[in-house]
């Protein structure tokens, strides 16, 4: 699966071979189980402003900013975007419902993964559209040396987030590399989106509520069911890209 995979995208992007130097990372629903404490926040900030919003349209969201994510369900009800000071009162409120679940759990095999990445001497950077400032702080206490400022692409470096390519591309430039270096490891929707019009290679693991052809639909090279399973693959994906 892994093989074909990689041959299909190197014939649809018009490349010749793969020479693998970088991973790129999502952090929510990939680094850290967080997505149903993110899922449970949106919806409490928006029942608080009489905004329907449902756990599905959470998992659906993923990956965009927070600004990105309350336009959109200003437009779902008052058919307009929220003003400045209403997107910063609604994603403060979010917030603060985030924290009050406490500290998000490590995805199961996401820390071997990345320490075997690292011993590989590929280069680790992270994209995300959060801007959960415990989060990115979490991750020097659970993935020490692995994450540098200068490898990190976050809601505060896009001005476009996920669908958009621009924080795949922004990382794309920050690494240095080419297309046919690098590969994203996604779980949402609009991230697996973003790396796809990127024009990266894209393995998304499936850790949420929706369906595997969700992910397929939205441009996924490779769709696992976890990220154990990509940590238990990783040494045939890596025999497979050196080939």
């Known amino acids: 699966m892994i093989s074909e995979a990689i041959n299909n995208y190197l014939s649809e992007n018009k490349l010749t071979h793969f020479n693998l130097k970088a991973v790129f990372f999502d952090m929510d629903g990939v680094l850290f189980d967080s997505m149903i404490f993110h899922a449970g926040s949106w919806i409490s900030a928006m029942n608080d402003i009489n905004i329907p919003f449902t756990e599905h349209e959470a998992y659906m969201n993923e990956g965009r900013t927070g600004h990105s994510t309350i336009d959109g369900a200003?437009?779902?009800?008052?058919?307009?975007?929220?003003?400045?000071?209403?997107?910063?009162?609604?994603?403060?409120?979010?917030?603060?419902?985030?924290?009050?679940y406490g500290a998000s759990p490590v995805m199961p095999?996401?820390?071997?993964?990345l320490a075997k990445i690292k011993k590989q001497g590929l280069e680790i950077f992270l994209v995300t559209g959060s801007g959960q400032l415990s989060l990115l702080d979490s991750l020097q206490i659970h993935f020490p040396a692995i994450f540098s400022k200068e490898r990190m692409v976050t809601a505060y470096d896009v001005s476009q987030g996920k669908p958009s390519p621009e924080p795949y591309l922004t990382a794309l430039h920050k690494s240095g590399h080419n297309r046919n270096e690098v590969l994203v490891v996604e779980n949402a929707p609009l991230g697996v989106e973003s790396a796809h019009q990127a024009g990266l290679f894209t393995i998304a693991v499936n850790t949420g509520p929706l369906p595997d052809d969700v992910l397929w639909h939205s441009g996924a090279d490779v769709v696992l069911d976890s990220v154990a399973s990509l940590f238990q693959n990783w040494d045939k994906l890596m025999s497979t890209v050196r080939e």
């Open 109 to 113: 095999s996401a820390q071997e993964l």
């Open 74 to 100: 200003f437009q779902k009800v008052h058919k307009r975007n929220a003003t400045d000071t209403e997107k910063q009162q609604i994603y403060s409120s979010k917030s603060k419902y985030f924290e009050t």
